[in-house]
């Protein structure tokens, strides 16, 4: 949705026995909570939570533009992804896994902005370092996965470690070899590379020998 729903808050004041006076009149600590919310006093509600009641005052938000719920929470984000070994770069305090380049964020075809470590963010991502051809526009979304594809980066982990897989297994035909498949070595592969390339490599029989001294 291009906005969030309204709500309705709730705030507790006052317990119900001190908001009014015996003869059903405001007290000042109703009056008091009441002002302090800019609500009128006729508006406040009597409400049980648990066995006692309170006075309640609600208020009506309005539903934020998502695209600014989302420039604060991928901000948040960002920082809040947790590394088993991060780097500072530049002058800041910052740390982080490997500095932070270009920052893409699109909601609805429209920039969602974010600026964190002075990298402000756009349309505009990148794909392999040495294969693709320069910057990547993207107008939405939803060709992100596909522009990437095409610019050498396979975004999919799942894709990408199909390929892997896939490739090892058809070196290994060729060779006339036989894969023995190792889950945790191939979870690191497909996290260490953005495109991955399987190929088979030959060494000197002579390698295979061991020293008399062995």
């Given amino acids: 949705p291009v906005k969030q729903p309204d709500a309705v808050k709730e705030i507790r004041g006052p317990k119900a026995a001190q908001a009014y006076d015996a003869d059903n009149q405001p007290t000042k600590a109703l009056l008091g909570f009441a002002r302090g919310q800019g609500v009128k006093v006729e508006d406040i509600i009597i409400k049980e939570l648990g066995d006692i009641a309170y006075a309640i005052a609600t208020k009506k938000e309005a539903g934020q533009a998502t695209k600014n719920v989302l420039s604060e929470s991928l901000l948040r984000f960002i920082k809040g992804i947790p590394f088993q070994r991060s780097m500072r770069w530049g002058y800041s305090e910052m740390r982080f896994i490997r500095p932070i380049r270009w920052i893409t964020a699109i909601f609805g075809g429209e920039v969602v902005s974010i600026e964190f470590e002075n990298v402000k963010s756009g349309k505009v991502t990148f794909g392999h370092r040495f294969l693709s051809s320069g910057p990547i526009l993207l107008g939405s979304v939803e060709g992100y996965v596909e522009a990437l594809r095409q610019a050498y980066v396979l975004v999919d982990v799942e894709e ?55």
């Fill in 160 to 214: 990408r470690r199909d390929w892997i897989w896939e490739q090892i297994q058809r070196v290994a035909t060729d060779c006339d070899g036989r894969v023995i498949r190792d889950d945790d070595l191939l979870e690191e592969v497909t996290f260490l590379v953005e495109y991955p390339t399987a190929f088979a490599g030959m060494f000197s029989a002579d390698y295979l020998i061991i020293p008399s001294e062995v």
